[in-house]
């Protein structure tokens, strides 16, 4: 007889999932500065429901890599952290830099965080990832060091040309 009483990790792995899934239910219910109080109403109750939880996640795991909560679950822990405070993101920046370094976690992942923390910080970004939301609907790329070797260090960290990114970021506004 087997017992398939869920371990510790595949808990950890589907509520990862099903907090992902709730993150981008939400994200998909209210289109990004459209409507900032129905933003107010549905995606930030999650987020913050989402942070409080990861932090208790991190304390206790540290980052949840691969090896404890599988691909997937790794992905889900990055899409909630990209969503969290700026502190959350501090916090978690030098724990996902060691999870890639130790193939736990991915490369691409950690760009779209450290891009995130460095324009958040006023620091120009590396990756190219962050753009602002203009007033009049459009968008426009967040300042980025040293431009002409972007495709390069997009490259290395396995992430797509930036002409062929920025084609379409601007096909989903």
Sequence with gaps: MHDHTPTPSTRLREELLERARRDTQARRAVPVGRDPEQWQRVVTPVDEDNAAWLRAIVDEHGWPGRALVGQDGAHAAWLLVQHAPHDLQQRCLPLLREAVAAG???????????????CHEGMPQRYGTQYLRLPDGGVRMYEVEDPERLDERR??????PHAAYDAR???TI
């Excluded at 736990?104 to 460095?118: G, I, M, N, P, S």
């Excluded at 490259?155 to 797509?160: D, H, K, R, S």
Aim: without cysteine; aromatic residues 4%; charged residues 40%.
């Design 155 to 160: 490259a290395a960290v396995g992430l797509e």
């Design 169 to 171: 970021i601007r096909a």
């Design 104 to 118: 736990e976690a991915d490369a691409a992942e950690l760009a779209y965080l450290e891009d995130r923390v460095r």
